[in-house]
């Protein structure tokens, strides 16, 4: 049973902090992951891919991914209240077009 | 506004009713995804088409039927539903690069469906 893990907070940071969103995976051949927004009652949003090992930033948002300790982050610099939504992370399964989702973080950003 | 257009946006239907939940996109994408979504949890994954053939079935019911007409539009139809199938269903698309395909899945606005 391949799992993915998030803690489903509520995570609260103040407004202009950076927010730290944790993903751990169980698929060690894994090799694709992403990050999805969910605001309540809306679909999912594409906010970060990554496939290799290290950082990639994308303006506020650097996702984060090592693959030996399996587990992958999110960090959103200089949080604003339009950000609170959950968070969802995504693993591709190993040989199959399919997603694993964790079960969300939910973010409140305070003003 | 997403490039998967979903409709309808809400669908109401006794547990006797037949009606289809349509997904198009225009992105050149392959590979196209339906999900279902209970409040508060994760999306889960209930039929896969890749180049218009079915190729993961979430061991779904068969009271939920999908189709895939063409590389743009994916289908689901639905008949004899009970009230626990309430959720938002959810189509997605991606591109379709084989065994390494590692393209993201974008989502439609979903149809909220409610079961009476």
């Known amino acids: 049973q391949k799992e993915v893990e998030q803690n489903s907070g509520p995570l609260s940071v103040p407004e202009g902090a950076i927010a730290s969103l944790n993903c751990t995976y169980s698929?060690?051949?894994?090799?694709?992951f992403f990050w999805y927004r969910q605001y309540s009652g809306k679909s999912p949003e594409l906010i970060m891919s990554?496939?290799?090992?290290g950082d990639k930033e994308d303006g506020r948002f650097t996702a984060q991914l090592n693959k030996a300790s399996q587990y992958v982050s999110l960090l959103i610099r200089d949080s604003q209240p339009s950000d609170s939504a959950t968070y969802l992370c995504a693993v591709r399964d190993t040989g199959r077009r399919a997603l694993t989702f964790g079960s969300g973080t939910r973010l409140q950003v305070q003003p | 506004d997403t490039e998967v257009t979903q409709t309808p946006k809400h669908l109401v239907m006794g547990m006797t009713n037949k009606k289809s939940l349509k997904c198009e996109q225009h992105m050149g994408h392959r590979a196209m995804y339906w999900y279902k979504q209970k409040a508060k949890k994760p999306p889960e994954l209930m039929f896969v088409?890749?180049?218009?053939?079915?190729?993961i079935n979430e061991s779904v019911p068969s009271r939920f039927s999908p189709e895939c007409p063409n590389s743009s539009l994916l289908n689901l139809h639905l008949h004899a539903l009970q009230p626990e199938d309430s959720a938002l269903y959810l189509c997605a698309s991606s591109q379709d690069a084989g065994g390494t395909d590692n393209q993201p899945q974008h989502f439609g606005d979903g149809t909220r469906l409610s079961i009476l």
């Open positions: 698929d060690r051949g894994s090799q694709s």
């Open positions: 088409y890749s180049y218009e053939k079915l190729s």
């Open positions: 990554i496939y290799s090992n």
